[in-house]
């Protein structure tokens, strides 16, 4: 009580010396308006806050209330004039148009007075207020512009209205029905799912239509220039001619048996279908030409080069997706603001019909006891004892062994059953049997994902990872499963190839001995991704029609809480991620040996949609884990781009290693497919050739991996220079905060010891000078000149 | 047909309002349109008199998105011209350009600011948010303890000068840290 016993006599120079006296915060009794602030305000202190310059940002200036961000920008530009500032709002300025404008400015000019306009927009202030403000724009005088500036204002407006035009016109969006729908019933976070697959769509379309144009056209419209005949007495020099009249022959053959079989060898891609441009065999070898002409279309290196840019581009879009939302959506999910980022973003406007409503309400709940849990088992986590940490390790280590092992029993699951079909089907007749054994490895794969994928989101519980942590690990889990389960099918398809075919190939053979089936062994591998593809959208959906739907009827007419616990499902988005991934996965596979692969992958994501659609809205309630929602599409892409990675990987070892087929394909008898890019690359002048050999030397890896490191060093570095700054400035801040509430306590106590003087010798006008009191703070906030004044007109 | 055709002059919008209304907000034409006629949607008999007329909250509060959202009510009170929840067709127009998915997040932003300040004293207190998150879980019920939990939490990430309030500077910092405000802070036409 030091404060109240000060002499009375003190001006406000020596009381500011004694206020640097004291340590803040200060505990003396004064300042229980700390609490006050923190808790609720009392009126003399809101009274204080009114008119602290930061609130005075809201006054209205000439009518208008700028919004906050804006003025603090405009003023923090114009520092030096912030003198003026405090002053004069509130006031009504009749020669100020706009805070940043200074009176001794020059009237501003058609592009300015358009750009503020522009800017209304932004403003948050009602509607009649905005339009006042633009035409208090439009009519205040303006300078008219010339020549070039004028030019570029016209085009700019011209632009703007043009967009708009045309975004009125060009507003077709497909499936916008099915996507609103959605997006009311379930948020953003599964909305965002079925936007990725339109995106996979549209990118699968893209390929499709530059294979179409590229490849197939030239082919199936323009002759070979020159076609070379079997000659039965020079074999060995054209074996490939010979070979390729028998594998034509023995195709044509088989092509129509029956309608029944037709369906099936529809299924199998063989029969019929084997001589199609779907496949790698139905290619020339030859140059093509048009006829009549001099036109040239190089196929053989127009089916490489296009197919690599393909990959390329779908590589390059994407990257860039990944991009777009990687920094936002990975890196700020960290554990700084997840709070933060529930509270105030959780709720998705967009949710239309009250019984949605409440799931996302139970969602929220949810995901902050959730986070409430994490937390306390975080704080358990570093009280555990020694004994408890050791048992948790340990049960991590044996879950990894067992998921592990679990994995590579698959994969010689799916070795084995590959090899058995394949020595099955050459000795098979066509028929029932057939069809069995080539479809047997597809069969297994469907099922071991399934089974598998299932034992893993259960095993991944006893491991007691956050949740976070839980739903990644089992993400990538189970995207290695699928990925490693088409790779051991591709492997052993190779490895049984290589050892009995390849080898043992004559120079004037075709195929080795038992090896008929696979002379041409790029379109089977063709058929097996075609057969893949179509196994695992059959599986899907029968399970989903036929066993999901069902159930769902059932648990809706008996609604017995054991059945929904049990049966009842979640459209929980990692899991229908990785089928459209899969899918993703094989086209990218296939889409050499295949090359209108693209286009079946495009049409089964069209299809896909509906299904999932029907899953969503019929089969599964709205997800209540918001986990399992994660609403970037980003982070999908990033799981498509480790599966594009893996494809190219598998395609690029069966290029590199096995030779192409001698009977089919553009490139029969040659020794490697790179053989052709090496030959024209040969026939370029010579500085081009230089220039492309340089790119494969070390002259230009070795420089390019030292600028990398470089600048990935040096970004690093900012970086962390970047956060510290951040630490430092925010310790700044809470020590400011600190200040402000100091002062704020001890103006409010100087306010109530002249009020209650002033009470003391005349208490019927008490209220007189208790706003007096705070028009004395309020001119003492502007200058301590008038406040000496005031403290000894209050004294 | 004089009566009808100045009966229609009445309903539809003007070829002037319309080109000011795009100047104003982030809508094209026929976003205001399609606005228009639902605004009409929701009491028809009173906007075909008068286009740009006054309905009161309950009314308001039949659009399904908002009456389907926790904060429909503080929604209306924001964006009405009279602070009381009664929205004319501009104040709805206003409402949904600033949910729209073109609208930047700074206006957004600002915008969220006033609807989660209950109290209306430009900060967000303790009660504020404990307003907030009853709205978000409720019917399940949040123990107390968790609650207090939960708003510590809060303001541990967010409020910076440590005065137990998140002020609007604080907000936007916090809110330019959510990548997912923007899309769910919208509602499409």
Redesign the interface.
């Known amino acids: 009580m030091a404060r109240r016993s000060r002499p009375q006599t003190s001006t406000w120079e020596e009381a500011r010396g004694e206020f640097y006296q004291e340590h803040f915060p200060s505990s003396q009794a004064g300042l229980e308006a700390d609490d006050g602030l923190s808790g609720g305000v009392s009126s003399s202190q809101a009274q204080l806050l009114n008119i602290l310059p930061s609130r005075q940002l809201l006054h209205t200036v000439d009518g208008v209330t700028m919004s906050r961000g804006q003025m603090t920008r405009t003023l923090g530009k114009r520092r030096s004039t912030l003198t003026v500032r405090p002053s004069q709002l509130g006031q009504s300025q009749t020669d100020v148009d706009h805070p940043a404008v200074l009176p001794d400015q020059e009237i501003p000019d058609e592009q300015q007075i358009w750009d503020q306009i522009q800017a209304i927009k932004a403003m948050p202030i009602p509607m009649d207020k905005k339009r006042e403000r633009k035409n208090k724009l439009l009519n205040s005088p303006t300078f008219r512009m010339q020549g070039m500036q004028r030019f570029h204002l016209t085009r700019q407006k011209f632009w703007s209205r043009f967009k708009d035009a045309m975004v009125d016109i060009f507003s077709f969006e497909l499936w916008h029905d099915s996507l609103r729908l959605i997006e009311g019933n379930f948020g953003t976070g599964v909305l965002s799912y079925f936007h990725y697959i339109k995106k996979v769509m549209y990118m699968n379309l893209a390929m499709f239509a530059a294979m179409l144009l590229l490849v197939v056209l030239p082919n199936a419209l323009l002759p070979p220039s020159h076609t070379e005949h079997c000659d039965d007495d020079d074999r060995p020099a054209t074996i490939t001619a010979c070979c390729h009249e028998e594998y034509v022959a023995n195709v044509t053959a088989m092509r129509w048996r029956g309608v029944a079989q037709a369906f099936m060898d529809f299924l199998q891609g063989q029969g019929y279908m084997e001589l199609t441009p779907l496949f790698y065999g139905y290619y020339e070898n030859e140059i093509l030409v048009a006829p009549h002409t001099s036109i040239y279309y190089n196929l053989p290196l127009a089916y490489v080069l296009v197919t690599l840019v393909c990959l390329l581009l779908c590589l390059v879009y994407v990257v860039i997706h990944t991009a777009h939302g990687f920094q936002d959506a990975i890196l700020s999910r960290g554990k700084f603001y997840q709070y933060c980022n529930v509270i105030f973003s959780a709720w998705d406007f967009c949710i239309d019909n009250v019984s949605s409503a409440e799931y996302k309400q139970k969602a929220v709940f949810n995901e902050l006891k959730g986070y409430l849990e994490t937390d306390q088992y975080e704080a358990e986590r570093r009280n555990r004892s020694q004994m408890d940490t050791v048992q948790l390790y340990v049960v991590r280590t044996v879950t990894n062994i067992i998921v592990t092992v679990i994995l590579i029993i698959s994969g010689v699951i799916i070795y084995f059953v590959v090899q058995y079909s394949l020595v099955n089907v050459e000795n098979a007749d066509s028929g029932i049997e057939l069809y069995i054994y080539q479809y047997l490895p597809p069969f297994t794969v469907s099922g071991l994902n399934i089974v598998v994928t299932m034992f893993m989101y259960h095993i991944v519980t006893l491991e007691r990872y956050t949740p976070q942590v839980q739903v990644t690990l089992t993400l990538l889990r189970t995207v290695f499963l699928r990925v490693a389960s088409i790779a051991v099918l591709m492997y052993s398809f190779f490895v049984k190839y290589k050892a009995q075919c390849e080898g043992r190939l004559d120079p004037d053979a075709c195929y080795a001995d038992g090896c008929q089936r696979n002379a041409c062994w790029e379109t089977v591998v063709g058929q097996m991704c075609w057969r893949l593809m179509l196994t695992d959208f059959a599986a899907l959906a029968g399970l989903n029609i036929f066993v999901y739907f069902p159930l769902r009827i059932f648990i809706d007419h008996f609604p017995a809480a054991w059945l929904r616990t049990l049966f009842l499902q979640e459209f929980e988005i990692p899991r229908h991620v990785l089928d459209v991934v899969y899918n993703q996965a094989l086209c990218w596979l296939g889409v050499f040996f295949s090359p209108l692969l693209p286009g079946v992958a495009a049409l089964l994501c069209f299809l896909f949609f509906y299904l999932k659609r029907f899953t969503c809205i019929r089969v599964c309630t709205p997800p209540t884990l918001s986990l399992h929602s994660i609403r970037s599409s980003a982070f999908y892409m990033l799981v498509s781009l480790f599966s594009f990675f893996a494809s190219l990987l598998i395609v690029v070892f069966s290029l590199a290693e096995i030779r192409p087929s001698r009977s089919c394909g553009p490139y029969r008898g040659l020794d490697t497919m790179w053989r052709e890019i090496q030959k024209t690359v040969d026939e370029l002048p010579a500085w081009l050739r230089n220039f492309f050999y340089y790119f494969g030397s070390a002259g230009f890896a070795v420089p390019l991996v030292i600028i990398l490191l470089l600048a990935m060093y040096y970004y690093s570095a900012i970086a962390a220079a970047n956060k510290h700054m951040i630490e430092v400035l925010k310790e700044q801040l809470v020590l400011e905060g600190h200040d402000k509430q100091f002062l704020l306590g001890k103006l409010n106590e100087l306010n109530s010891l002249t009020r209650s003087r002033l009470g003391e010798r005349r208490e019927n006008v008490v209220g007189e000078r208790m706003t007096e009191g705070v028009h004395f703070a309020e001119m003492g906030s502007r200058s301590s000149s008038d406040a000496q004044v005031v403290t000894h007109q209050g004294l | 047909m004089g009566q009808g055709s100045s009966k229609q002059q009445e309903d539809f919008l003007t070829e002037e309002e319309i080109e000011?209304y795009?100047?104003?907000?982030?809508f094209?034409?026929?976003e205001i349109i399609v606005a228009h006629k639902k605004f009409k949607a929701l009491a028809p008999d009173i906007v075909s008199e008068n286009r740009n007329a006054r309905l009161e909250m309950s009314v308001m509060l039949n659009y399904?998105?908002l009456?389907?959202?926790?904060?429909g009510d503080r929604i209306c009170k924001v964006?009405s011209?009279l602070q009381d929840g009664s929205c004319t067709f501009?104040?709805f127009?206003?409402m949904m350009?600033v949910?729209s998915v073109h609208a930047?997040k700074?206006?957004k932003s600002?915008?969220?600011f006033?609807i989660?300040d209950f109290d209306n004293?430009?900060m967000i207190?303790?009660e504020d948010?404990r307003e907030?998150?009853n709205r978000?879980?409720?019917?399940?019920r949040?123990t107390e303890m968790?609650m207090m939990?939960?708003i510590q939490?809060?303001n541990n990430?967010?409020d910076?000068?440590?005065?137990?309030?998140l002020?609007?500077?604080e907000?936007?910092h916090?809110?330019s840290?959510?990548?997912?405000?923007t899309?769910?802070?919208?509602?499409?036409l």
């Open positions: 000011d795009q100047d104003l907000t982030y094209t034409r026929q399904p998105e009456r389907a959202n926790p904060f964006f011209s501009e104040d127009l206003d350009s949910l930047p700074t206006v600002e915008y969220a006033r989660f004293d430009d207190g303790r948010l907030l998150i978000l879980t409720a019917p399940q949040i968790e939990q939960l939490n809060i990430e967010s910076l000068d440590d005065d137990g309030m002020s609007f500077a907000f936007e916090i809110i840290k959510c990548p997912d405000f899309d769910s802070f919208s509602v499409k």
